[in-house]
């Protein structure tokens, strides 16, 4: 083990690039994965992400796979994560590079026993697992820029912090099928979550949906597996849920669908989720609602066709990911955002356009 970042000797021929948290993590980990690929491009690099990532990942051209990684079924407790590190020593990897800071990561890096395994420095038994560590700098640095840490310890440097999303072509023409024939810009609407206290009131929701068609917008809604019954209520309290301008597509796309039909859309109105990353990494005006979390966390859209909206509390953050229920009792960080707050902010970026995905560095 290293105490101080060295820099190892490489190239490497089979890089495995770890990030096994949420959707918006694993996408945030695209610029790192391209410093990774620019730096050894004759590398295979195998992506492992969180079971059920993998089909929204797979036309990546940095990838030579990608493999999910199910902590609740097939690789679940310590076992399964000992099998995995096994499993990427018999894929002959030279290097691993680990974004994820947890026990079980540390466990599979560990196990692994790859010649260069790479993490950063805290938990303090990353130092066991890993034999390059690197301080993550949570407080001083944006999460892409954390990641970017990771590379700067091999020597390379990620020149280019967007994540640039490469989507198969099928999901591609299925959205434009969706969409078609639309009139007025296209606005799309996110209410779920999975932590709760990060979802905006589906009546506030069902308010903006009116304001958007009372404009001459399209309004689209949208949900992910579980978050069914938040869509449907705010269909429900919607003045116009039965318009032709409205179309709910809660609970009926793929991820690369989903992904393809966000960054076709004129705005996209979400809570601080995963596919707020899949809209303003493709250029997408994103108005992002934060209540529990901060952007001063480091997960936020980026690009001046982005936006949060967000109302200033002593009491916020409250956690990373925000607690199922709020500490205070009021969930005034949410409910405080009123509709036509939001609206106005949503028709100065629609105003504005979408915005240019930012060329990458030379």
Request: one cysteine or more; aromatic letters at 8%; hydrophobic letters at 45%.
């Amino acid at each position: 083990m290293n105490d101080a970042p060295t820099t190892p000797s490489g190239p490497f021929s089979r890089i495995a690039l770890w990030q096994t948290a949420f959707l918006g993590d694993a996408a945030l980990t695209l610029p790192l994965a391209r410093a990774l690929a620019r730096a050894w491009p004759a590398a295979e690099i195998h992506f492992y992400v969180r079971g059920g990532l993998e089909t929204l990942f797979a036309a990546q051209p940095e990838f030579a796979s990608v493999t999910g990684v199910y902590k609740r079924g097939r690789d679940a407790g310590l076992p399964g994560a000992w099998r995995l590190g096994r499993g990427l020593a018999a894929r002959g990897c030279d290097l691993l590079v680990s974004a994820h800071t947890s026990l079980r990561s540390a466990l599979v890096a560990f196990a692994s026993r790859i010649p260069v395994r790479l993490g950063y420095d805290a938990p303090p038994y990353n130092r066991l697992a890993y034999t390059l560590t690197t301080p993550r700098r949570f407080d001083e640095l944006d999460e892409i820029e954390r990641l970017l840490e990771l590379a700067r310890v091999l020597g390379i440097a990620g020149r280019d912090p967007w994540p640039r999303l490469t989507l198969p072509s099928d999901a591609l023409a299925e959205a434009g099928t969706l969409l078609r024939g639309l009139p007025g810009p296209v606005v799309g609407l996110h209410p779920g979550s999975v932590w709760p206290t990060k979802r905006w009131p589906a009546a506030h929701f069902s308010r903006l949906a009116d304001l958007a068609l009372a404009a001459g917008a399209s309004t689209v809604l949208f949900s992910g597996p579980g978050e069914e019954a938040a869509a449907a209520q705010v269909r429900q309290g919607m003045a116009g849920r039965d318009s032709a301008r409205l179309l709910d597509l809660s609970g009926r796309l793929s991820l690369p669908v989903l992904a393809a039909t966000l960054g076709r859309l004129d705005l996209y109105v979400t809570g601080d989720s995963g596919p707020m990353h899949l809209s303003w990494a493709q250029g997408t005006p994103t108005l992002a609602l934060f209540g529990p979390t901060t952007q001063r966390l480091g997960f936020f859209p980026r690009g001046a066709h982005s936006r949060v909206l967000q109302t200033a509390l002593p009491c916020r953050p409250c956690g990373l990911h925000g607690p199922r229920e709020c500490p205070e009792g009021h969930h005034r960080c949410m409910t405080d955002i009123s509709p036509e707050a939001a609206w106005a902010a949503a028709s100065e970026l629609l105003a504005a356009g979408r915005g240019n995905v930012p060329g990458e560095a030379a």
